[in-house]
């Protein structure tokens, strides 16, 4: 009989999120429970979930097994959180103290806040420094049952400082237990050097940056931040068609402050997600939805910036279109590394029920960084990524409630007892 290397036993119930991805419409809720499922591990992959009497009819418990005693507990997949910017340098507490008393966005970046503080700072870190102020926050994101999350650049906007965040992230990937998927996002906003000519901007993010990035294997994925005062769709278009080309697949920041034309750019590419969406339409969702775009939706960023609106998760689900759900940890406004504050957001601001909620920091979350074959549900073949509830999961939207009780990584406890 083979030998498993992990058990995780007695748990009250087990959410699988087992089963096709990604999930869509009614297929949004289906959570695929388990009562009192064991979850058997070998080699950090999932071998068996089922009843504890079977387990034992088919697998050896070795001496050094690791035993994670779940009684009283729910368990889930590990969180994937397909939407950070996890990596910078700075700080930027002192405009959320301003934005508190009163001052816009849009008065903190005339100031030279903003996006444009955080590349300041980023370029004037090394990457050194860039690892060790990423980590903290990388243990957070664990501690809050993150298993693995996408990691962009953008806050660099010269090619040696983009290269240097992707090299910190490669680096990021190797010394802790997040598993990262990076995205080169050298469009995040146009350099206060190239004001003048952003179209000069465009060209060297395609004909330097782009070559550069995907020569060093440093990304997946190539993202745009397609907003109006911002990227253009066309403009859009272009870096995202010589991403691909160069094997860096597309994915979007589309229509959070405004209409921008964001979505009409994902579905014509096909890109993996469009993320945002405040304002996304009827026509939109049925566009992303004919075109399998992921919608990865960031309420938290809706709310920390004060942006009086949120994603229209319902439209966006009846009209058959996947959602994810994502922290958008940043500098900026995304100030939680949690995603069950994410799905507590989704629930009481975007009126998502609680297991479309889970699917979407799961099984579909997952998809939209396309390791649905990899991660974001418990069944056999799977990493053993998993999170323990303290009780039902319900408890995760009881933020303050410490909810998270232990988490695993690859059949290992990684964070809690
Ligand atoms: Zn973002």
């Known amino acids: 009989m083979p030998t498993i290397d992990c058990l995780i036993h007695d748990a009250s119930l087990v959410v699988t999120c087992a089963g096709p991805a990604p999930r869509r419409g009614d297929g949004q809720r289906d959570l695929r429970i388990e009562r009192s499922a064991v979850i058997a591990g070998s080699g950090g992959r999932i071998v068996f979930v089922g009843p504890a009497s079977v387990c034992r009819e088919r697998f050896t418990v070795a001496p050094d097994t690791v035993m994670i005693d779940a009684t009283g507990c729910s368990v889930l997949p590990g969180f994937v959180d397909p939407h950070t910017h996890v990596v910078f340098a700075g700080d930027r507490r002192d405009e959320l103290r301003r934005r508190l008393a009163g001052a816009t966005y849009a008065e903190i970046a005339v100031e030279g806040g903003g996006i444009l503080s955080t590349v300041r700072a980023t370029r004037a870190a090394g990457e050194e420094a860039l690892v060790q102020a990423s980590r903290g926050r990388l243990a957070e994101m664990l501690r809050n049952g993150t298993t693995t999350c996408e990691a962009k650049s953008g806050y660099g906007l010269t090619l040696e400082a983009e290269l240097k965040m992707l090299r910190a992230v ?18 995040h906003e146009i350099p206060a050097e190239f004001r003048q000519d952003r179209a000069a901007y465009v060209r060297q993010v395609i004909d330097v940056m782009i070559p550069a990035v995907a020569r060093e294997g440093l990304a997946e994925w190539c993202d745009v931040f397609c907003e109006t005062g911002v990227f253009t769709p066309e403009e859009s278009l272009a870096i995202l068609r010589a991403g691909r080309q160069a094997g860096l697949r597309p994915r979007i920041h589309a229509d959070e402050l405004a209409a921008s034309g964001g979505w009409r750019v994902a579905a014509e590419l096909g890109a993996r997600s469009a993320d945002h969406l405040l304002f996304i339409d009827r026509e939109g969702a049925a566009a992303l939805a004919a075109a399998g775009v992921v919608a990865t939706l960031l309420p938290i960023a809706s709310f920390y910036l004060k942006l009086g609106r949120f994603a229209p998760a319902r439209l966006l689900i009846d009209a058959g279109v996947p959602v994810a759900l994502a ?17 507590t957001l989704a629930c009481f601001a975007m009126d998502m029920t609680l297991e479309e909620a889970i699917v979407a920091a799961t099984i579909n979350a997952a998809y939209a960084l396309d390791r649905q074959d990899r991660v974001g549900s418990l069944e056999p073949g799977k990493q053993l990524d998993a999170v323990l509830v303290s009780s039902e999961p319900i408890d995760l939207i009881r933020i303050g409630a410490r909810a998270v009780k232990a988490v695993v990584k690859n059949g290992k406890v990684v964070a809690g007892n």
């Open 170 to 187: 490669k680096r990021l990937a190797a010394m802790q237990p997040v598993e990262l998927s990076p995205t080169f996002l050298g469009a």
């Open 327 to 343: 922290t958008d940890l940043n500098p900026g406004g995304g100030f939680s590394a949690s995603m069950p504050f994410a799905i």
